[in-house]
């Protein structure tokens, strides 16, 4: 059998313990389905509001679109359809009047 590391050290040393899963090295537990849901992104705002698939938010500024003349102006609302885990753009929006697209966290406000 193949267990995923240990979220705690990285090491593959991973046996089964009934439900839990446990590491030798460090003497770390933790059952692999809590794992799967503790992994979501945590994405914050302009604000510094946790933002959540399906948040309704406003843009913060201005915007230009890439490679349109479009330009996005402040309050525009927009709907996360869902959050990667990306360096440049976190959101993947529908915005009003524009359609979907890749929007950065730090320049909206949850509505």
Known sequence: MSFPPCPNCQ??????DHANLVCPE???EWNPDEVAQDE??????????????GDRVTLAKDLKVKGSSLVLKIGTKAVVRS??????HQLDC?????G???V????????
């Open 11 to 16: 090491s593959e040393y991973v046996y089964q």
């Open 26 to 28: 460090c003497a770390f």
């Open 40 to 53: 979501l992104i945590n994405v914050k705002d302009a604000n510094g509001t946790l933002l959540a698939e």
């Open 83 to 88: 959050i990667v885990d990306s360096k440049d």
């Open 94 to 98: 529908k915005v009003d009047g524009a």
């Open 100 to 102: 979907e697209m890749m």
């Open 104 to 111: 950065t966290a730090a320049f909206v406000k949850k509505a």
